[in-house]
């Protein structure tokens, strides 16, 4: 029950984070939001603050009709990569920089717990991990 009231409480705050159907575009609930589909570590670490980031920087633009809408989240190659259905000409250079801002500090970020982390080969997959995630993982 907390967790539906959480994201609600998020969606209410950030609209462009609720999940829609990727066929329909209806709202699916709020069992998860798109942060969901940020690895727990970076969640913690970075995932209001980016939200915050462009939240401001949607305020900016002149186009009223604007709705911004995330299309994917993920970690590929060490690093964030966020898809979504592009947002109007005149914030659009400072929405990249937001968006390279929490690649690059992705980077640097463990994927489990959000502390300082660097990029490492772990089993095929190229992820952040910090030491003391990647010892525990050893040790499993």
Known sequence: MFKYIY???????????KVKHRFDGK????GSTEL?????????????????DLKACFKKT??????YSIAQIKEKWG??????NGVPQDISKEYEEIIKKYEE??????????????IINNKGWFEPICNNCQKEMEKK
């Open 105 to 118: 500090i992705s980077k640097n970020t463990c994927i489990f717990c959000g502390k300082y982390a660097i």
């Open 36 to 52: 969901d589909f940020l690895p727990q570590g970076w969640k913690k670490a970075f995932g209001i603050d980016i939200c915050k």
């Open 62 to 67: 002149k186009n009223k009709k604007f709705r």
């Open 79 to 84: 690093s964030l990569r966020w898809y979504d």
């Open 27 to 30: 709202f699916c609930g709020y």
């Open 7 to 17: 994201n609600f409480i998020l969606c209410l705050r950030f609209p462009f984070i």
